[in-house]
Structures are given as structure tokens and as C-alpha cells.
């Protein structure tokens, strides 16, 4: 069974609009992290999120915010006024494991296209 | 960017020949990570390590061996190359750190390795 699941192949939105990038995840571990990458057409992936499974509030970080449902094993990325440069392919991941075992299971990305 | 670099950045190399990718950082992380990148899979995770000689496998580890005998370095060999392993091959290394009360993870990235294998 998929770990992370991505749904959404690729999306559009329109420039200053906001956007949802939907991402589940299925673990039976208490203790786990979901992230967000973006890979832009250069290559290179750039963290944009954390939430820990323990934390009471969604992540946010400037224009990406994380919509955490626990109970649905959701783990949403919310960006907030799209800007053209937010055109790339995006990853949810999520970490399982005990301190010290650390594995990380990525979804198969989005590709997200801001239209002017 | 963690101060991450990874060499070659580019090989083209032909099956059956023995490959090794270089992994090196610059800011004493513990874990560090090897991932290889192929449309429609995402990234996957190939070997890790959380310490010097300390590894443990991903869920692609058949055909890879890793080594780490220094901190800031973290060997890929592909023993025998397969042109089933032509794919793009990331490095990382995983931090933790607290932020305003709250735990924060991240993993930052290397450049990425392009290696074709004939």
C-alpha cells in the first residue's frame, strides 16, 4: 500500500489565487513528520514545511501553510497568492520511525502551473 | 543549502562497470541520505546513514552500497552499474532543531547527480 499519496498528477491556478496540493499518508506509528518539497525546472528540491504529528497547530511558513487532519490522515499544502515562480513539481513526505531510524517516504509529486 | 555538494554532477558510465558518487557536507550532520529520483516514483530512498559506519537500507538498496568513514563523508558505489540504475541521485542530510517552542525537521538536498548508464 501506498505510504504517501498524492492524487493530483498536476494542477493550475491562476496568478494571486491560492491553491490546495492534497497529499494522505497511512502509518501506524505515533510518532511521524510530514514535509513539502518544491522541485523547480532546475532540479533541486527545496524544503518548504514541516508538521509533527504531536503538534497541535498547522504548520505555516510565510505563504505555505500546512492543513493538518490527523484523524483523516490528511496533509494538506495550502499557497496562499500564487506567484509565477511557485510554478514546479511539489512532494509531500513523511518520516516514520523512532528517533534514530529515520526513514523518509516521498509521494510522486504535482506539478503545479501558475497562469498569468 | 547545508553546505552539501555532490560529485560527479553529471557521469555516463557503461553497464557493467563499478560507480561511485561522493556525498560531502560541511556542517557536521549525523544522518545523511541517498535517494535516487525517476519520473513517476518520486524520490525513494536507497541507504541511509546515522552516524560514521552506521547505515541501514532504503526500499531500493539491492545493487548500491554505501560507506561512511568520516562524518562529512557519504559514499554511493554502485558495484556493477545496470542501466536499470540510470536515474538522478540526490544526497541529503536531515536536522532537528526547536523553533518558538515547537520541534522543527527538515532535510536539505544536494545538487543531484545525473549518472546514464549504457
Known amino acids: 500500500a501506498q505510504k504517501i499519496t498524492q492524487t493530483q498528477p498536476g494542477m493550475f491556478v491562476q496568478e494571486k489565487e491560492a491553491v490546495t496540493l492534497d497529499c494522505t499518508y497511512d502509518?501506524?506509528?505515533?510518532?511521524?513528520?510530514l514535509f513539502w518539497y518544491k522541485q523547480p525546472s532546475s532540479g533541486e528540491m527545496i524544503f518548504l514545511i514541516y508538521q509533527g504529528s504531536y503538534d497541535q497547530q498547522n504548520a505555516t511558513e510565510g505563504r505555505y501553510s500546512l492543513n493538518f487532519q490527523k484523524a483523516r490522515k490528511s496533509a494538506n499544502l495550502v499557497i496562499s497568492a500564487s506567484q509565477l515562480g511557485d510554478s514546479a513539481m511539489y512532494f509531500c513526505a513523511m518520516r516514520e520511525g523512532a528517533s534514530g531510524t529515520y526513514k523518509y517516504i516521498f509521494g510522486t509529486g504535482t506539478r503545479l502551473k501558475v497562469l498569468a | 543549502d547545508a553546505g552539501i555538494t555532490q560529485s560527479p554532477r553529471h557521469k555516463v558510465t557503461e553497464t557493467g562497470t563499478p560507480v561511485t558518487l561522493r556525498c560531502h557536507q560541511t556542517?557536521?550532520?549525523?544522518?545523511m541520505y541517498w535517494y535516487r529520483q525517476d519520473p513517476g516514483h518520486g524520490l525513494r530512498l536507497i541507504h541511509y546513514?546515522?552516524?560514521?559506519?552506521?547505515?541501514d537500507k532504503g526500499e531500493v538498496s539491492d545493487g548500491y552500497s554505501v560507506s561512511r568513514s568520516k562524518t562529512e563523508d557519504f559514499l554511493l558505489t554502485l558495484e556493477s552499474a545496470t542501466s536499470s540504475q540510470t536515474s538522478v541521485y540526490f544526497c541529503?542530510?536531515?536536522?532537528?532543531?526547536?523553533?518558538?517552542?515547537?520541534?522543527?525537521?527538515?532535510?536539505?538536498f544536494g545538487p543531484g547527480t545525473r549518472l546514464l548508464v549504457l
Open positions: 546513514s546515522y552516524g560514521v559506519k552506521d547505515t
Open positions: 502509518t501506524s506509528d505515533p510518532s511521524y513528520g
Open positions: 541529503a542530510i536531515s536536522e532537528k532543531r526547536s523553533s518558538g517552542g515547537r520541534g522543527r525537521e527538515t532535510q536539505y
Open positions: 556542517e557536521n550532520h549525523r544522518y
